[in-house]
């Protein structure tokens, strides 16, 4: 109900002092121009930087049960090639057929909690994942092993 009578207000004023309520319109508006103009800028160079880092962080995965056990067949590696040190990452795991998209073997929201300094790489094996819903089983060993990345703490986030 209130904001009816500063309607009422606004419009009075508007047509009594046309030319000052101009200049206070366009002020209002230039205003809220660079307002929101600052508000995306902000945003953009917040979202490169996020881009940035997502693309500093580099995952390979393998199934190699010589520098592995069959226990822990996926032979997975992790390199911060960011300027500040990752606490904990997070990844998806996925095997494939040659030629198919569909992957056999998934697992998601995998957890290292490794410290891993700039320019350092870290090294683990880990456990093959489930079978994806509906996938036939297939030995995992002739597969082409994905492990992509979720999400990453570094020692300051954005």
Not at 13 to 32: E, R, Y
Not at 57 to 68: E, G, K, N, P, Y
Request: hydrophobic share 40%.
């Amino acid at each position: 109900m209130v904001w009816v009578v500063g309607i009422g207000i606004a419009l009075f004023l508007l047509f009594t002092f046309p030319k000052q309520m101009g200049v206070v319109i366009l002020l209002l508006v230039v205003g809220a121009c660079l307002l929101f103009g600052g508000l995306y800028i902000a945003e953009q160079q917040r979202d490169a930087e996020y881009r940035k880092r997502e693309e500093s962080i580099t995952l390979s995965a393998s199934f190699d049960v010589v520098r592995c056990s069959t226990e822990f067949p996926i032979f997975i590696s992790i390199r911060n090639g960011y300027t500040e040190t990752i606490q904990a990452l997070t990844f998806d795991l996925e095997g494939y057929r040659e030629g198919f998209s569909s992957p056999i073997y998934r697992g998601v929201a995998y957890k290292s909690d490794r410290i891993i300094a700039p320019g350092e790489t870290h090294t683990a094996c880990w456990t093959q994942p489930p079978l994806d819903y509906g996938a036939q089983e297939i030995p995992p060993a002739g597969l082409i092993w994905r492990a992509s990345y979720s999400y990453a703490t570094f020692e300051s986030q954005p």
